[in-house]
């Protein structure tokens, strides 16, 4: 592991995880460049914040469920490279049924940079103690505006939501507007560095 990461499966106690990225069970429809296995890594810092974040999270009987974390600039490129690519429908209906492949980019839900290349990113969710992701009113990665903060969502869905939300922000991270599942720490380790070490 590169020096300042730490796997956070290791790291974060009782943390679920699945890494989408490495599978093909993502956007993409396939395994993404950078992701040799089914883990999740981060900073040592994220890694703290998360430890609080779990441990706030089984005070209300809940445990963290983390999708990504640390993302390789590689994997960003082939996100990148996905978009630019002639649609061929595999992920839409999923993913983004409401927009074009070609608006993914401009809509901010793909970024050239990320802030988890930086390892100051996270993608996650709250789950039940058996592992079964709480209701959300929208999946991972669905581009579209119900997954937006403040999206009209039903219950038990908005509640949801909104703890998650109150759980990362008092534990040091910020939402991403577009995103639910999006949290960024509020003070990043290496704000202006972009990592590209593979996860294997």
Sequence with gaps: MHAGFVWLDEAVPSLFWDAKYAS???FTGAAVDGYG???VAGTEELAAGLVRAAQRARREGLRLLVWDAYRPQRAVDCFLRWCAAPEDGRTKARHYPNISKAQIVPLGY???RSGHSRGGAVDLTLARPDGLPLEM???FDLMDEISHHGARV???AARNRLLLKAIMEECGFA???NEWWHYSLRREP???TYFDF???
Excluded: M
């Design 198 to 200: 593979p996860l294997a």
């Design 154 to 156: 039903a219950e038990p």
């Design 110 to 112: 793909v970024a050239a």
């Design 190 to 192: 290496y704000p202006d």
């Design 24 to 26: 093909s069970d993502n």
């Design 37 to 39: 296995v089914n883990r």
């Design 175 to 177: 939402p991403y507007k």
């Design 137 to 139: 009113g929208g999946g």
